[in-house]
């Protein structure tokens, strides 16, 4: 990854997994381009947090424009949530990025 403009960051949001489901189900199986890799981890509180690698901030933010956030305000409409603004993006440095053999269903 070194010499590349990659960004990553960790996030916290105040969702569970039930409605990251329904806002992934917005999103169909179209891959977000420029995305590298997204774990969504749930916490104890069953909160989630997740850590993300875009290629770029651009390509990260055209994403979200685009196509993350309107599924995920469609969803919160949906269920009537309303959050208290935009979860804080904890910035990180990529140093690596090791891929194994295996795969998640």
């Known amino acids: ?8 960051y960790l996030q ?3 969702i569970g997994p039930e409605v990251y489901a329904k806002v992934k189900d ?9 995305l590298v890799v997204h774990l969504a981890l749930r916490k ?3 909160t989630l947090t997740y850590v993300d690698v875009w290629e770029s901030r651009e390509a990260c933010d055209r ?4 196509r ?11 269920i009537g949530f309303q959050p208290d603004g935009e979860p804080v993006r904890e910035e ?3 140093v690596d990025v090791l891929e194994g053999d295996a795969t998640l269903a």
Do not use: N, S
Not at 1 to 8: D, I
Not at 63 to 66: I, L, M, N, V
């Open 26 to 34: 917005r999103l169909a199986d179209e891959p977000l381009t420029g």
């Open 92 to 94: 990180l440095e990529v």
């Open 68 to 78: 993350i956030h309107p599924a995920v305000f469609g969803v919160f409409q949906e």
């Open 63 to 66: 994403a979200f424009h685009e």
């Open 12 to 14: 916290h949001v105040p």
């Open 44 to 46: 104890p509180d069953d």
């Open 1 to 8: 990854m070194k010499g590349e403009a990659v960004y990553a």
